[in-house]
């Protein structure tokens, strides 16, 4: 069974580029049939998908955040990463690391998720 | 980009059947999946595709869609069915983005 573990810094300074990382476990990271991605979670709010990476290494990103956002895979860790660069106190959340089983193009369900990480952007 | 509206709150007799919501344009061409997710823990796919459970889902969930409105029911709310429910599909803008629904908070009364 794939779990999902994200970690990295939770106090990120404003204008800085927030980094965390999500370890796979349960499977290989280069096997065909997965994406990989990034969803947050402010506060008492929704959920926002922030982009994810196939394993051909495609990336997509929210439009919305697509010039401050970088995700990457880490193949000999079986990890893949997120960058957000610029962050102000908008981009406090919980940021949660999801896989995506390939269901075809009319389907696009996230059935694994991380536990979470709270990051917090504040001087 | 596109947009999925939930309503924000929905309340149920314990045993009752519940059906909430979900409407955006990129439903008329895509399948809405649903998340449960329940104070400080991650949310859990409870319905994916036109409607399919992941194991370990009861069977008391199940999705529909119609036009530009998908639902999730439960038949038989349970107590600890009460969370917060949100629903996803592919953006109908063609770029393989992602969007998800505002939630809905599910309480069962």
């Known amino acids: 069974q794939l779990q999902l573990q994200e970690s990295g810094s939770g106090l990120v300074k404003p204008s800085q580029t927030l980094s965390l990382t999500c370890a796979v476990s349960g499977g290989s990271i280069s096997s065909g049939g997965y994406s990989w991605s990034w969803i947050r979670q402010p506060p008492g709010k929704g959920l926002e998908w922030i982009g994810y990476i196939y394993h051909s290494g495609s990336t997509y990103y929210n439009p919305s955040l697509k010039s401050r956002v970088t995700i990457s895979v880490d193949r000999s860790k079986n990890q893949f990463s997120l960058k957000l660069s610029s962050v102000t106190a908008a981009d406090t959340a919980v940021y949660y690391c999801?896989?995506?089983?390939?269901?075809?193009?009319?389907?696009?369900?996230?059935?694994?998720w991380g536990q979470g990480t709270m990051v917090t952007v504040s001087s | 980009s596109s947009e999925l509206t939930q309503d924000p709150a929905v309340s149920v007799a314990l045993g009752q059947t519940v059906r909430i919501t979900c409407q955006g344009d990129?439903?008329?061409?895509?399948?809405a999946s649903w998340y449960q997710q329940k104070p400080g823990q991650a949310p859990v796919l409870v319905i994916y595709g036109k409607n399919n459970r992941p194991s370990g889902i009861p069977d008391r969930f199940s999705g529909s869609s119609s036009g530009n409105t998908a639902s999730l029911t439960i038949t038989g709310a349970q107590a600890e069915d009460e969370a917060d429910y949100y629903c996803?599909?592919?953006?109908?803008?063609?770029?393989?983005?992602?969007?998800f629904g505002g939630g809905t908070k599910l309480t069962v009364l």
């Open positions: 999801a896989s995506r089983s390939d269901y075809g193009d009319y389907v696009y369900a996230f059935d694994i």
């Open positions: 996803n599909s592919r953006d109908s803008s063609g770029n393989h983005c992602v969007v």
């Open positions: 990129s439903l008329r061409s895509y399948y």
